[in-house]
């Protein structure tokens, strides 16, 4: 393909980028990540550094203080990320969720208000949709918002939520209508601030992703000033988290190469120093068919998730492509990390070695921004729409 002087830089300036966030994960994260995830610590010195390299203003605007990077790009850093310590992603994903619904959806005073501020990382936090007793079924929520003159007061509880703790602001999916129909019609979304009223029960223990918070939070008497309702407008809020799920979805998608491909560079290299029989185990038949079966799941999950991010980057609906990147790629993710374990033998067991961490890591991906039995309803959906009969 020919391509433009312009293509060129551009290409050079990715690669720059590329390139400083491998170095900031050689020098700040590996030598760390082992301690911080067994410790299940917030990482704040590596958090520092992240907000030094721009990465909470990632996908921001450069008119808002971030560095406008593309879908695209920032899908491939994502995966560097989740090779070394896929927790970090986590921490400026569902906060770049909640910017990117803001920059997409919100009123201009919002953006000015907000984005600055999101892409320092002086303001952090997430998405908040999930709730004790629904989270695929998110038309069924029952955190309420209702108007109370200036101000919306907040009633409800939300789980599992990415920056709990540590966050400051999220984009909070409430009801505003109980009795809407269709459901979504009743649904808004509030920028909520902590402040009085806006409590964190607890951390969630988890058996992976570990070092990011997720909470449990709730809202008593909480009140949000009603400007800071996401477009201005009520009845929108389905609208606001789907756009924002399906930069998510890349994400999440994104993460599962980056695992896949951290099982495979683990298991390329042990296969190559244990010898059993006399010889490498690589050259063992059935050792070689994982190999090949690994990296072939990892080339494939990459080319889907650049083909969704590429879509993302020329501004098309893509729900299906993003649906098959992250049912395909955490899919691989959990498959390559169930056979590097394998053929590591007893030492994949060990704590002492991150295949084990990785086999943790993987099985969230098939869960968060919608599980892969929604992906695939989703990608049924539109495959009939697409071919009516
Ligand atoms: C570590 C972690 C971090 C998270 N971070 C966040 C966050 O930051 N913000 C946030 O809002 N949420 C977050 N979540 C929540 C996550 O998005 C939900 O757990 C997920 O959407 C699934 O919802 P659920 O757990 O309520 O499962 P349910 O919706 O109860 O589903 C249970 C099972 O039923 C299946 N199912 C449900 N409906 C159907 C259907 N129609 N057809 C077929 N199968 C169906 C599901 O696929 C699943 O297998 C996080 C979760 C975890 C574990």
Known sequence: MLTTAADDD????DRLILDSVEKFLEREVKPHAMALEHADSYPHD???GMKELGLFGALISPDYGGLGLSPSLYARMIERIARVWMSLTGIINSHLIMAYIVEHRGTEAQKRRFLPRFATGELRGGLALTEPDCGTDLQAIRTVARRDGEDYLVKGTKIWISNGIEGQCFALLVKTDLAAEPRHKGMSMLLAEKRE???VSRKLEKLGYKGIDSAELIFEDYRVPADCLIGGEEGRGLQCALSGLELGRVNVAARGVGIAQAALDEAV???QQRKTFGKPIHQ??????KLADMATRTEAARLLVEQAANALDRGERCDMEAGMAKLFASEAAIDNAMECMRIFGGYGYSKEFVVERLYRDAPLLAIGEGTNELQRLLI??????????
């Not at 551009?10 to 300036?13: A, D, G, I, L, N």
């Open 10 to 13: 551009r290409q050079e300036q």
């Open 46 to 48: 590596i958090v520092e």
């Open 197 to 199: 009223g806006f409590g």
């Open 269 to 271: 290299a042990y296969s």
């Open 284 to 289: 063992h038949q059935a050792i070689a068919l």
């Open 380 to 389: 049924a959906k539109r495959l009939i729409e697409r071919n009516p009969a």
